[in-house]
Nanobody, 128 residues
Framework: QSHLEESGGGLVQPGGSLRLSCKFS????????IGWFRQAPGKQREGVAC?????????????YYVGSVKGRFTISRDNAKNTVYLEMTELKPEDTGTYIC????????????????WGRGTQVNVSS
């Protein structure tokens, strides 16, 4: 059984918006924090927006955004729905890629090695 399922991808014009959803299982909710990654053909996978947890954060997770999306993307979660969202605005062609949500145990940074459970991804195409 899959622990993570993304949805909400599609084709959008530059300047448009999309909201991606990552539905996670109860197993994920009780053990993991969620992060969003993306990968374009021929490029490395990069962390886009991640909930992180440090000792200093207490019961609340910290939030990381890669510099290229700051001010345009927002990660949020609805625990009642077991869902993490990635709201994307002012989309650019360079935002095109496969967006994947992932779960990590106490992730300290928004990097591939910090995450153990991965969804299959949802495709985002930004073009005119």
């Amino acid at each position: 059984q899959s622990h993570l399922e993304e949805s909400g991808g599609g084709l959008v014009q530059p300047g448009g918006s999309l909201r991606l959803s990552c539905k996670f299982s109860e197993y994920i909710s009780s053990h993991y924090e969620i992060g969003w990654f993306r990968q374009a053909p021929g490029k490395q996978r990069e962390g886009v927006a991640c909930f992180l947890r440090h000792a200093s954060s207490g019961p609340d997770a910290l939030i990381y955004y890669v510099g290229s999306v700051k001010g345009r993307f927002t990660i949020s979660r609805d625990n009642a729905k077991n869902t993490v969202y990635l709201e994307m605005t002012e989309l650019k062609p360079e935002d095109t890629g496969t967006y994947i949500c992932a779960g990590g145990i106490v992730p300290k940074f928004c990097g591939y090695s910090e995450y153990m459970e991965w969804g299959r991804g949802t495709q985002v195409n930004v073009s005119s």
